[in-house]
């Protein structure tokens, strides 16, 4: 069975401000998170943290073209 991975997009109050890739991690569920323009990203579920990191990037390359 596969892994559910949740993308959470919403809009980034933050005037604009971008960052780098943020990770973090709690009991067993790893997230990434970052800003980018007006955009707020977090890329969350229950997988190591670079395959986490794999597929955010992959979701950063699909979002700033």
Known sequence: MGERIVLYLCHNDKKGQSTAFR?????????????????????????DRGGLLGLAQAVYRQTTT
């Open 23 to 47: 990770f973090a991690e709690h009991d067993r569920i790893s997230v990434f998170y970052w800003l980018d323009g007006t955009f707020a990203f977090a890329l969350a579920g229950e997988i």
